[in-house]
């Protein structure tokens, strides 16, 4: 079974940073690019960052650039987000979601996108 | 790339149909020939699942009263026969292009 299982939230001070980590299970780690998507409290969803299978190419949400940075062991099997300079804004509740395979349809090829959901770990930005 | 979905919310009687409509600022249709657009569902206290990818496949284990049209920049999320089950905010998503977007979502409440 497909799993991915966020850590590491909790309650930090503006100016701040946090470490948060994914562990995926269940399929190979190293074949799958991976997101990590936020809710605010009562809030919609807003993609923050992805990455690709192999941590070559980065992209991030402009609400983050130059705070947030994605990385990936794929030996471990591991996914983290690295959050600085935090502000109350940053609260809510953090999302690892993988992309899935690359399939086939009588188009040819196409992506899966976040095709799989961790339950998330909330992040509180508070003095 | 800006999503608006409509409506806001929808409450819809048990066995009817509930249809969501999703707006996209630009066309979806990537390099590629596909088009990347998604419906997600979040059920009160969990996290979003996929339902719907690329306008219209269903994802294994969906049941067939969710279906997905549309085309371009104009995207329909139809859930016939609703079910208690159905109870939630639904999402539209583009993968065509980074930054990934989604629309606001739409609460599907039963009356």
């Known amino acids: 079974e497909v799993q991915v299982v966020e850590s590491g939230g909790g309650l930090v001070q503006p100016g701040g940073s946090l470490r948060l980590s994914c562990e995926g299970s269940?399929?190979?780690?190293?074949?799958?690019?991976m997101n990590w998507v936020r809710q605010a409290p009562g809030k919609g969803l807003e993609w923050v960052s992805h990455?690709?299978?192999?941590?070559?190419?980065?992209q991030y949400a402009d609400s983050v650039k130059g705070r947030f940075t994605i990385s990936r062991d794929n030996a471990k099997n591991l996914l983290y987000l690295q959050m600085n300079s935090l502000k109350a804004e940053d609260t809510a509740v953090y999302y690892c979601?993988?992309?899935?395979?690359?399939?086939?349809?009588?188009?040819?090829?196409?992506?899966?996108?976040?095709?799989?959901w961790g339950q998330g770990t909330l992040v509180t930005v508070s003095s | 790339i800006v999503m608006t979905q409509t409506p806001l919310s929808s409450r819809v009687t048990l066995g009817q149909s509930a249809s969501i409509s999703c707006r996209s600022s630009?066309?979806?249709?990537?390099?590629?020939?596909?088009?990347?657009l998604s419906w997600l569902q979040q059920r009160p206290g969990q996290p979003p699942r996929l339902l719907i990818y690329?306008?219209?496949n269903r994802l294994s284990g969906v049941p067939d009263r969710f279906s997905g049209s549309g085309a371009g920049t104009d995207f329909t999320l139809k859930i016939s026969r609703v079910e208690a089950e159905d109870v939630g905010i639904y999402y539209c998503?583009?993968?065509?292009?980074?930054?990934?977007?989604f629309g606001g979502g739409t609460k599907v409440e039963i009356k």
């Open positions: 269940g399929f190979t780690f190293s074949d799958h690019e």
């Open positions: 990455i690709s299978s192999s941590g070559e190419t980065k």
């Open positions: 690329k306008i219209s």
């Open positions: 630009q066309s979806l249709v990537h390099s590629d020939g596909n088009t990347y």
């Open positions: 998503m583009q993968g065509t292009q980074f930054p990934r977007t």
């Open positions: 979601v993988r992309d899935g395979p690359i399939l086939y349809d009588s188009s040819g090829y196409f992506f899966l996108y976040f095709d799989h």
